[in-house]
């Protein structure tokens, strides 16, 4: 399963199964056109958090078994103690001080792959939040000028219609 071929095969297959186009796989996933034919041409693979995202949308199949082999290749690449193997003697899964519920379970590289997630998360709010501040800004500027605008017209003599 891990030769970049037959990830992309399952990609493609996983999309037509899902009956949508490579932009609706982009949308459903929020990533791009471009990425979508990488992954299915084999240039890529989708990172951990694309590949949990399709896992979620594709129904039980032979398509998903292999997209859940995937996700464990992938996860132990990138968490090398891998999920689920966090033992009470695991280095990295003791709890940490003040750590509570199951996010003191994790094993470090999970917790390592989730900060990064969290960080990649954080720079695309904040994106937004600029986007839309200047979008604000651009909207009260038009708003302004509609209403001085408004003013001119109100203040020019009419013409009396015979």
């Known amino acids: 399963m891990s030769t970049p071929g037959n990830v992309a095969l399952l990609i493609r297959r996983l999309r037509q199964?899902?009956?949508v186009s490579q932009?609706?796989?982009a949308r459903l996933l929020n990533a791009t056109k471009g990425a979508v034919q990488h992954w299915e041409r084999g240039r890529n693979s989708p990172d951990l958090a694309r590949l949990l995202a399709l896992r979620e949308l594709c129904p039980r199949s032979r398509e998903r078994t292999q997209l859940d082999a995937l996700i464990r290749q992938?996860?132990?690449r990138v968490a090398p103690l891998g999920v689920g193997r966090a033992t009470a003697g695991a280095r990295g899964s003791r709890k940490t001080p003040g750590a509570t519920g199951a996010s003191a379970a994790f094993p470090s590289g999970e917790l390592k792959l989730l900060w990064h997630q969290h960080q990649r998360l954080q720079r695309q709010v904040a994106e937004l939040r600029d986007t839309?501040?200047?979008r604000d800004e651009?909207?009260?500027i038009l708003q302004d000028l509609v209403a001085e605008l408004q003013g001119e017209l109100a203040s020019r003599p009419t013409k009396a219609v015979r």
């Open 17 to 19: 199964r899902l009956g």
């Open 23 to 25: 932009e609706g796989l």
């Open 74 to 76: 992938t996860q132990a």
């Open 138 to 140: 651009q909207l009260r």
């Open 132 to 134: 839309l501040r200047n």
